[in-house]
């Protein structure tokens, strides 16, 4: 993108037309392709999983869709993990769409996909998310290793052709597709299935239309193979998996062994953090870094001391638990204390202007924001209160959970 200065749709089309920005493509996909997960980092880290990756099959490519959903559910990752595992865009996959497209002398797929791709790339470098995304290929998912990786992880059944056949057939028979016509030759299904709420659908280009239980059973392959290789992936290297998938695809592929802090940090959900953009929420972390990290900090214990005293295998239990019983009552105390603060100092300032003379103005001082404008005479001057309010804004910034207050001063 840099070299050759396509950060654009338009650049990039440009630079395709040259066979140098081509071969260099090429030369650098074949470099940074890797198999052996070096590049990631097994600290604070999570695997982007069904319904999050953004680079999935069944997810919409186009970059008003890629930018609002990631805006929309990467800061439920980032409130804890550091950096998100992305498969796409693919060191791997270019270099075999590079090699394809110069056998056959046809560039329209290599192009359709880099003018998908580089804008999105240049969105997260412009709202500071480039810096948490790591980028590696997740296990194949070829038939064969598609079988390995299931039988790895304990999931045989998700991928038995007669079970998913029957399961297909009856979301079909309750009703549960929908299936309308998007153009000629073209027909967009979607599964509505209560087991199945917010699954995303798909665009089947055919003749005639496709039958419900074609609809279930094409998108069923798709999510349940793509929780396959997603859980196999994170498995295989021993960090979190986040997913947004309907829980029947994800706590089908999820090894129901012994609950991790982090498992359970990865289901957390706290309103203030999901209402907040994602470029802001990026920004807050790095201006507030101390307060993040004592937050993040008191959450794994709040985590780990739930799971010990809790009885229930469910991370989104846990997760619920932590949420109602540490997270939320912490921070309507800061609320609290925040508001008492505010309400001494105002009445007290209140009371110093009354009695004291105006007789100046005290300097525009940027860290005495109560005192900008203020005339008081010196004898009354309400500076003792400021300070004590002050002092007792500082005790108030040491709370556990000054990083959530802080969000939601954001909204």
């Known amino acids: 993108m840099d070299e050759y200065e396509a950060t654009t749709q338009s650049a990039v ?3 395709l037309k040259s066979a140098g920005p081509i071969m260099r493509l090429l030369e650098l996909a074949n470099r940074h392709k890797t198999t052996d997960y070096s590049n990631v980092p097994l600290s604070n880290t999570a695997v ?7 680079g999935a099959s069944f997810l919409c490519h186009g970059i008003s869709c890629r930018s609002e959903h990631v805006n929309l559910n990467f800061g439920r990752v980032l409130h804890y993990f550091d950096f998100i595992m992305l498969e796409g865009p693919s060191a791997s996959t270019y270099e075999w769409m590079v090699a394809d497209a110069l056998n056959d002398n046809n560039f329209s797929y290599l192009i359709n996909s880099l003018t998908r791709d580089v804008p999105f790339l240049q969105q997260t470098r412009k709202i500071g998310l480039d810096k948490h995304l790591v980028f590696a290929d997740k296990l194949c998912a070829c038939r064969p290793h598609l079988i390995e990786n299931a039988e790895e ?14 399961l297909a057939r009856q979301i079909g028979r309750e009703g549960g597709v929908k299936i309308r016509r998007d153009g000629p030759n073209q027909w967009y299904g979607v599964v509505t299935h209560p087991n199945f709420k917010g699954s995303s659908g798909h665009t089947f280009r055919q003749r005639v239309k496709p039958e419900r239980h074609e609809v279930a059973r094409w998108l069923l392959d798709e999510w349940l193979h793509s929780a396959i290789y997603d859980t196999a ?14 829980s029947p ?11 991790s802090v982090d498992d359970v940090g990865a289901r957390i959900r706290i309103p203030s ?11 807050l972390r790095d201006q507030e870094a101390d ?9 794994r214990e709040a985590i780990s001391d739930t799971i010990e005293k809790s009885d229930s295998e469910s991370p989104d239990r846990v997760a619920e638990l932590v949420w109602q019983n540490k997270i939320k ?25 009354v009695v004291g003379a105006i007789t100046g103005t005290v300097g525009a001082v940027t860290s005495l924001p109560w005192l900008v404008g203020i005339g008081l005479a010196a004898a009354a001057t309400p500076l003792p209160q400021y300070f004590k309010a002050r002092e007792e804004r500082q005790k108030i910034e040491v709370e556990d959970m000054y990083f959530l207050w802080k969000v939601a001063q954001h909204h």
């Open 13 to 15: 089309e440009a630079r």
């Open 48 to 54: 982007a999983g069904p319904w999050l990756d953004p």
């Open 153 to 166: 992880i304990g999931s045989q059944p998700l991928i038995d052709e007669d079970a998913l056949n029957r």
């Open 233 to 246: 992936t994170a498995t295989r290297l021993g960090i979190p998996l986040v997913s947004l998938a309907p």
């Open 249 to 259: 695809v994800l706590d089908a592929a999820t090894d129901p062994g012994k609950l």
């Open 273 to 283: 953090i999901e209402g907040l953009s994602l470029r802001e929420l990026i920004a």
């Open 291 to 299: 307060h993040f990290e004592k937050y993040r900090s008191v959450l």
């Open 329 to 353: 009552p912490a921070v309507a105390d800061i609320n609290r204390k925040m508001a008492a603060n505010n309400r001494s100092l105002n009445a007290k300032l209140m009371a110093a202007a």
